[in-house]
């Protein structure tokens, strides 16, 4: 089935170490987008990539950094964790216009 | 600059009241606005677009250019229907702009 996926669903990890957080999606989307989410409130974009090879950096300062080798494919990764990056990361895709897909996020706890 | 402004972070209404949940924009060009829902342990999801002009779940949503509102309605809330909502605005790249969300409860 067509969808988007993130894995993992939830990640406890102590400060310092490097994380990357999955995110690919079997629609053909050519847009990717990171979006960071503390339960319940608003959303603030990190990340979008228009296509194999493009990333740009959104509108909330993020120290993660992301990739885009392959279409379906747009990994979050974080060179050091520290306790400020605790939140629920969200990952969206969508078509050239129209709305997003997003999946079901990961909630990350650094310890 | 766009912006999306969701007035109420929280809305409570009985069950069989209408509800509103109010969003206004600012854009200089031609917007294509959406609703998202969130539903508790669920993934925030598409709930209607503008353009489509269609009712999702009894909701509705008319786009008001003069007042640049696209405010959300349904005539007769359900309990089913608590869940964040977000109002979302989009530009000739599809890049999205989310509002805070207004977290509607309604009660038995």
């Known amino acids: 089935e067509a969808d988007i996926y993130q894995t993992p669903r939830y990640l406890v990890i102590g400060t310092g170490k490097k994380i990357t957080l999955e995110c690919s999606q079997t629609m053909g989307h050519d847009k990717m987008y990171w979006y960071q989410q503390d339960p319940g409130m608003e959303l603030h974009l990190i990340h979008y990539?228009?296509?194999?090879?493009?990333?740009e950096k959104g509108d909330l300062s993020s120290e993660s950094t992301v990739s885009r080798i392959r279409t379906e494919h747009f990994p979050l990764t974080l060179e050091s964790a520290r306790p400020s990056h605790t939140s629920q990361y969200l990952c969206?895709?969508?078509?050239?216009?129209?709305?997003?897909?997003f999946g079901s996020g990961t909630r990350l706890t650094v310890v | 600059a766009q912006r999306v402004t969701q007035p109420e972070k929280l809305l409570s209404v009985f069950k069989g009241a209408p509800v509103e949940l109010k969003c206004n924009y600012s854009?200089?060009?031609?917007?294509?606005l959406f609703w998202y829902v969130q539903y508790s342990r669920q993934r925030l999801q598409l709930l209607l677009r503008h353009i489509s002009r269609e009712s999702i779940k009894g909701f509705t949503a008319d786009l008001n250019k003069g007042e640049t509102s696209f405010h959300l309605k349904k005539p007769f809330a359900q309990e089913e229907d608590s869940a964040m909502y977000y109002c979302?605005?989009?530009?000739?790249?599809?890049?999205?702009?989310f509002g805070a969300g207004t977290r509607l409860t309604v009660k038995p």
């Open positions: 979302a605005l989009s530009d000739h790249n599809n890049d999205m702009r």
């Open positions: 969206a895709s969508s078509e050239l216009r129209g709305g997003y897909t």
């Open positions: 854009y200089s060009g031609s917007p294509e």
């Open positions: 990539s228009y296509g194999v090879n493009s990333t």
